[in-house]
């Protein structure tokens, strides 16, 4: 993970970097640093534990001042979040200076076998590349560059100031996302275009390429060395809406957010009443006779929404569909072929182990289809076809809008499926189509009536040490959520189970008081949810049932009944999940949580 950043202006660039720094901040957030090659041809550093905050304050009480420098902000790897580890790392010549995203996984091999054991500042795998350049190092800077990068096994991308050569900016990316960039201001590399803060040409670098980036012009090399020609194009940032308006956190704002983020994702899949799908995504030729299983990859919250469309296709156009853990899959032989669907689901479109996993597939011959949040991110890219969510631009470490907006388009493509396998007809795809139009309307309503009881319940379970949330089939995929939402933002230890399954054993932990929050919204199951609801308040705990309307009454004795409005069973998720997003982020607040920079995460999981 981390960010990555480095500049050279026409004046001093330290305002530029602490800038570019504070919009990668959702990379990693437990300590920072800044390397400038000043003035008076010194190579200067400044680095802290903890956020840019507190960088800047230390950037301005240091008076750094420079026309060229480099910038990092950490996600631990290797060796704890302390000043000492904290990037940029310098060559024991100190000649070099060198900031990292990745990870090099051959670090302890290089420090025992070609350095020697040498003397390392710190206990990261990023100082071997600074040993690396300097025992590389004739004078040339790509070709140490390359030499080194030869050395290492593993993902990166390099921004490197060598004090020989004050005015130039270097680069090197292998598996983690580096862009180059130059605007009116300066020349760039970044991690991300949301850290060029004005316009700009780039592009970013592929497999093995370094840069060497002058005042006036941009140089490419290939991973021998040799100089490639790219092709630089409007270097767009996603969306700078970084403002938190009237709200007190960016999670607040983007709860409140998912109507629009599910209208916009929505609106180019529902046209005259009718769920469109590109051909190049679904054609019903693939889909009748090419189409054996759908597998879905993802991470975290993404996965979730994976669950969701996994048992959607399955129970609608009765294809066999899986969901993954993008880490696990790629390491399990998985059966994968021509007739596979590989659908691979992410916010950032950087998260390097759903990446892996669409590169496996892609080598087996699947079919590669990603649901992606951000344009032009490497999952994006390297799949066969893509729907963007529409989300816009999510700060709060903690997914809620881009996870609505996956699962509307989850639904979508259940319903174009299921008609194109003719298992619904012409009347069904319509009515399920109007009730997906209606889907953002009925998020704003379930927002609207859910905060006052969230916060209220949120006073009552704040201080508890555990709870469980439960569900059957897809308010089991909704009751993960919840549950991974809760522990994400208040550290509460929160554990999901399928409803029927707590008896078997988890039901033990159950005390008096324990929270047990139950997701019951498909009226198939929702008997037997409540026979559970009834085992554990039988057991002292405190029941907790969100449920749609029309199931409320049979979920009457519950301690706390949080309602949502009635839709098709299929997309009753989308609304379930408001009140347990709401009831994490008040829960969260009463315990005085970092709530949109929780401790030990980060928004984009780039390191596998
Ligand atoms: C939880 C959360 C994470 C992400 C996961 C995948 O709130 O945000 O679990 O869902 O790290 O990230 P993306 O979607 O960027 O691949």
Known sequence: MCGIIGTIGDRNIVPALIGGLRQLEYRGYDSAGVAAITQAHTLARVRTEGKIASLDEKVTAAKLEAPIGIGHTRWATHGAPVERNAHPHFSPDGRFAV?????????????????????????????????????????????????????????????????????????????????????????????????????????????????????????????????????????SANENDTDKGAYAHHMLREIMQQPDAVGRT???????????????????DFVKNGLREIKIVACGSAYHTGMTGAMLFERLSRVSA??????????????????TLAIFVSQSGETADTLAALRLAKERGAKILSIVNVPGSAIASESDCVIHTKAGREIAVATTKAYSAQLSVFYALAIRLASLKGEIDEETARRLAHELAALPDRIAETIEVSVAPAKALAEQIYARPDMFFIGRQLDFATATEGSLKMKEISYLNSQAYAAGELKHGTISLVEPGTPVIAVATDPAVAAKTQSNVCEVKARGAKSVAVVTRSLAPA??????VFTVPDTSPYFAGSLAVLPLQLLSYYTALKRGCDIDQPKNLAKSVTVE
């Open 322 to 339: 899986r969901a993954e853990i993008a880490s696990e899959f790629r390491y399990a032989s998985p059966l994968i072929d021509e007739g």
């Open 99 to 235: 900031v990292h995203n990745g990870i090099i996984e051959n670090a302890s091999e290089i420090k025992s076998m070609l350095l020697k054991g040498g003397v390392f500042a710190s206990d990261t795998d990023t100082e071997v590349i600074a040993h690396l350049l300097q025992l590389y190092y004739t004078g040339d800077v790509v070709q140490a560059i390359r030499d080194t990068c030869r050395r290492l096994r593993g993902a990166w991308a390099l921004a490197i100031l060598c004090l020989d050569t004050p005015d130039t900016l270097y680069g090197a990316a292998s598996g983690s996302p580096l862009l180059a960039a130059k605007g009116e201001n300066g020349v760039y590399l970044a991690s991300d275009a949301i850290a060029i803060r004005e316009k700009a040409v780039g592009c970013r670098l592929h497999k093995g390429e370094i840069c060497a980036l002058d005042r006036d012009a941009l140089r490419f090399f290939d991973a021998e060395g040799k100089p490639v020609f790219k092709e630089l194009a409007p270097v």
């Open 555 to 560: 979920f009457a004795d519950a301690d706390v």
């Open 266 to 284: 929505l609106s180019p899949l529902i046209e005259d009443g009718r769920v469109v799908i590109d051909d190049g995504v679904l054609s019903a």
